[in-house]
């Protein structure tokens, strides 16, 4: 979600999974009845912000996993994908035991191929992020992770570091944290990842963490961790008061800087997965609302000027 140009797509991965299962306790009662991932981000269903973070990746193979109840749902609003120029797989994830059940899951949709993996309740907007997105998908081996800055780290994955600045060590929710630089819920893997992940013994919690999963590639020497510093924003839409924050933000972005942040339509255009005429078609589709006047506008322009370069 950024306003810069778009490189090249990455062609070294090529998959990459939005997990947008759970039970969005945290949310009740807004999600006795619904995902919290269909849940408004201001003018966008959540599963929009991580889902074109994995576009801006250069990933066209996505595959979006949920409960059995919230699949169909998630089906009916994203369909196969084409109108973006992307594939879509749908899979159920029957009980929510960890994060890297979800490649587990995927196992032979994976087929032994690197992968990475995103959040459905994560909001990341960066200027340039897509060049930081694609340096990551286009590693040949190892891991790469990406954490921001928090004020309350000991709800997440916490990174510490050495004296010159390397990561050492990663610690879950721990109780007196090694720093405030949390993991954010956006991964790249390579093709080790199911191996590593058939591995995993559940923890306290009867849950995979990922963060075992991540200590498997720190321990080899091959986990790399990309800092979303000054200018980024990293928001997890898992509680009423950061959904309303993400909500707030996403309205002052596209209204101050005329920018749209989350919108798969846009970014299916920049990347050159869609042409003009079917995002007109696609903004069309979305009568007079305020997002399809914009991507109309987009399209009225670069008819005019060129696109964007």
């Excluded at 690197?114 to 907007?125: H, K, R």
Aim: hydrophobic share 40%; charged share 20%.
């Amino acid at each position: 979600m950024n306003d810069c140009p778009i490189l090249p797509t990455a062609d070294k991965l090529k998959k990459g999974i939005l997990l947008a299962g759970g039970s969005g306790t945290r949310l009740h009662p807004m999600t006795l009845a619904v995902s919290k991932q269909l849940l408004p981000v201001y003018d966008k269903p959540m599963i929009y912000y991580p889902l074109t973070t994995l576009m801006l990746s250069g990933i066209r193979d996505i595959m979006i996993i949920s409960t059995p109840d919230d699949l169909p749902l998630f089906q009916r609003l994203l369909g196969d994908g084409s109108q973006y120029g992307v594939q879509f797989t749908y899979r159920v994830q029957p009980s929510p035991d960890g994060i890297p059940q979800a490649f587990l899951l995927a196992a032979d949709w994976l087929d032994n191929s690197p992968c990475a993996l995103v959040l459905g309740d994560n909001l990341i907007f960066a200027d340039h992020l897509s060049t930081a997105l694609q340096d990551a998908a286009q590693r040949d081996e190892g891991a790469v992770i990406f954490s921001y800055q928090v004020k309350d780290p000991e709800r997440y994955g916490v990174i510490s570091f050495d004296p010159m600045g390397k990561l050492c060590d990663i610690v879950e929710k721990p109780e007196k944290p090694p720093s405030n630089w949390a993991v954010t819920g956006l991964y790249f893997y390579d093709k080790r990842v199911l191996d590593f992940s058939r591995r995993l013994k559940p923890s306290w919690r009867n849950e995979l963490e990922i963060t075992d999963l991540n200590r498997f590639y720190l321990e080899d020497g091959k986990l790399d961790v990309v800092k979303l510093g000054r200018g980024c924003a990293w928001l997890d839409a898992g509680l009423p008061e950061s959904l309303l924050e993400a909500s707030s933000f996403v309205r002052t972005i596209q209204a101050r800087q005329g920018l749209i942040v989350g919108s798969p339509g846009e970014v299916a255009y920049r990347m050159g997965y869609i042409t003009g005429q079917q995002l007109h078609d696609y903004a069309l589709k979305m009568g007079k609302t305020e997002l399809g006047r914009i991507l109309l506008n987009l399209v009225a322009s670069d008819l005019k000027h060129g696109p964007m370069s």
